[in-house]
Each structure stands twice: as C-alpha cells, then as structure tokens.
Nanobody
Framework: VQLQASGGGLVQAGGSLRLSCAAS????????VGWFRQAPGKEREFVAA????????YYADFVKGRFTISRDNAKNTVYLQMYSLKPEDTAVYYC???????????????WGQGTLVTVSS
C-alpha cells in the first residue's frame, strides 16, 4: 500500500487542522493506520492509531482529548483531526500502515512522506 499524507500547514496556538492519509495500491487487504510525528531535533513519536474497522483507536497521552483519528474505508483515507493545537505539536506528521484484520498496532511497514504542521504561539 502507498500512503499520501496531506493537510499540514501553519496555524496559531489553539487552532485546529485535519490531516488526511490517502492509501492506494493494495487497499483491498485490511490494514491498520498510525500517525507519528517528528519534531526538529527529536525522535519520531507515536501519536494515534486505528484498526481496520475503525472500532479500536489508541492515542498517545499527550494528544488525548485533543486529537481524533478516524477512517473512511470507502475513500481509503484516514484522518487525524487536531484541536487545541500547541506550539509543541509542531512537527512533520507521518502516516503509516500495517496489514492486520484486527490489531490497532501491527508492524507498520508502509510509510507516507509526511506533512508539516507548524503551530505558532
């Protein structure tokens, strides 16, 4: 599966953005999707994940209550709705996919190119 992340941009603190991760290729197989981010000078970190059906989601503690992950399998797209953004959310956000019928966090073997989110104070 190939992934294309989009939706990043510049936003003021307290604002919101919605990221999209569009999948193509072998989308008939079931796959979980995770969002990760990497800030300048820092290691990549997990943000959120969703299983194939959308019935199971998992979030990093620092985004709970602010970010929501969802998916529309008819459109082969996973979304990350981000609210109450903070300057420390500034990072390149990547989506990743791993084939699994049920798991929220399988091995993520496929990665998109990333989209930059910049939150100004």
């Amino acid at each position: 599966v190939q992934l294309q992340a989009s939706g990043g941009g510049l936003v003021q603190a307290g604002g919101s953005l919605r990221l999209s991760c569009a999948a193509s290729g072998r989308t008939s197989a079931r796959y979980a999707v995770g969002w990760f981010r990497q800030a300048p000078g820092k290691e990549r970190e997990f943000v959120a994940a969703i299983n194939w059906s959308g019935g199971s989601t998992y979030y990093a503690d620092f985004v709970k209550g602010r970010f929501t992950i969802s998916r529309d399998n008819a459109k082969n797209t996973v979304y990350l709705q981000m609210y109450s953004l903070k300057p420390e959310d500034t990072a390149v956000y990547y989506c990743a996919a791993g084939y699994s019928a049920h798991s929220t966090y399988p091995p993520y073997d496929y990665w998109g190119q990333g989209t930059l989110v910049t939150v100004s104070s």
